[in-house]
């Protein structure tokens, strides 16, 4: 099968397009003809060394795709010859054909296509399984999303709007911050010019949020105990702004806060197959019916998997950005 391989760790140019054995579906797993896999953030991490897959998974970077199924491990059952699924993989997605524990797949919501269907396994798992499994987030609570015009923020926003819960977020740039309000979010902030805090409170009487999804890691800490409401939940997600801060405890106890620090790829796979069974009974159905949709900036065939690297990183994208094969 065609596959990315990585000559080594570094930038977007170690990426290349190679053959490689067809995987074998073990006992459990099914094997998916992939149509399309979704780029994450973690995928550029992977390249650059400093996030190897979990072990006894694939060597090649891809945490989720969608397509058809082509064969069946011992013991499955539920799923058939032709079916078309997405799937959370734990790493292999950027190939033309990846064995996935049947647990993880997921079959398609009715009004997305095969392609566009690769845009939400990871989105949909890491929001569910976060702000509403997790961090408990109720209708009438306040939600804070970090970088809103991203994979994740773009349908955080959509499905915290369409639960019932006031959604603030922020984005780099005013096409950004414009879309990230079309999709739902009540306020939009620059973090690049305004202080997140202070907008926070304004825009909550004093109350603060009561769930807080950052990307950004240590640089956010501190603020976001600032920011967050008496009771509130910070879910850490991403370390984009390092990975050491100090924790003013203080401020944690008054506040009867929580910081939680989560992970999907790490996780065992019956948890991730319980966050996909939940996934498809509560997310599906707001995607089928058009209330929460896959936000995708563009396609790109496999062989131009070092451009789509690059873009991600430039961060010119909004939403998903998705290799076709
Ligand atoms: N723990 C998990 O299980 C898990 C799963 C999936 C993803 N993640 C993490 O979630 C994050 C988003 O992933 P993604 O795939 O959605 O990536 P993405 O599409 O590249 O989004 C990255 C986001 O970061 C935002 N950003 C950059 N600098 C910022 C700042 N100073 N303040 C606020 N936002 C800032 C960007 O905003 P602008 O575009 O507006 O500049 C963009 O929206 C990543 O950190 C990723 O590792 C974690």
New binding site residues.
């Given amino acids: 099968m065609r596959a990315v391989i990585a000559d080594g760790a570094g930038g977007p140019e170690v990426l290349s397009v190679a053959e490689l054995p067809d995987p074998e579906p073990g006992p459990g797993e099914v094997l998916l003809q992939v149509a399309a896999a979704g ?4 995928d550029l ?1 992977q390249r650059q060394g400093f996030y190897p897959p979990p072990p006894g998974a694939s060597d090649i970077i891809g945490m989720e795709c969608s397509g058809t199924v082509a064969a069946l491990g011992e013991g499955v059952t539920g799923w058939s010859v032709g079916d078309e699924a997405c799937a959370l993989l734990s790493a292999g997605g950027y190939a033309e054909r990846v064995a996935v524990p049947a647990g993880q797949l997921m079959p398609v919501p009715a009004g997305v296509d095969l392609v566009t269907a690769a845009a939400l396994p ?2 949909a798992a ?1 929001v569910w399984s ?1 702000v509403f499994m997790v961090a408990g987030l109720e209708p009438q609570e306040t939600l804070l999303v ?8 773009t349908f955080a926003i959509q499905l915290a709007h369409q639960l019932g819960a006031k959604v603030l977020t ?4 005013p096409e ?1 911050r414009a879309a990230c309000a079309a999709l739902g979010a009540d306020v939009t902030i620059d ?1 690049r010019e305004e202080d997140f805090v202070a907008v926070v409170k304004e825009s909550t009487d004093g109350h603060g949020a009561d769930v807080i999804l950052d ?2 890691g240590a ?2 800490l501190d603020r976001n105990l600032d920011a967050l409401a008496t009771e509130g939940r910070l879910v850490i ?5 390092g990975t050491k801060a100090e924790l003013d405890i203080n401020k944690l106890l008054r506040k009867r806060g929580a910081v939680i620090a ?4 790490a996780r065992p796979t019956a948890e991730k197959s319980a966050i996909c069974a939940s996934v498809v009974e509560h997310v599906w159905p707001l995607v089928a019916e058009g209330l929460v949709r896959p936000v995708v900036h563009g396609t790109m065939p496999l062989a131009e998997v070092a451009a789509a690297h690059a873009l ?1 990183e430039s ?1 010119a ?4 950005i998705l290799l076709t094969l």
């Fill in positions: 780029l994450n953030r973690a991490l990871e989105v890491t976060n970090h970088g809103g015009a991203g994979g994740i923020g922020t984005a780099g740039t950004k973090y990307n950004m640089k956010y997600i991403g370390m984009q702004g989560t992970t999907l790829r991600m961060g994208h909004s939403g998903k």
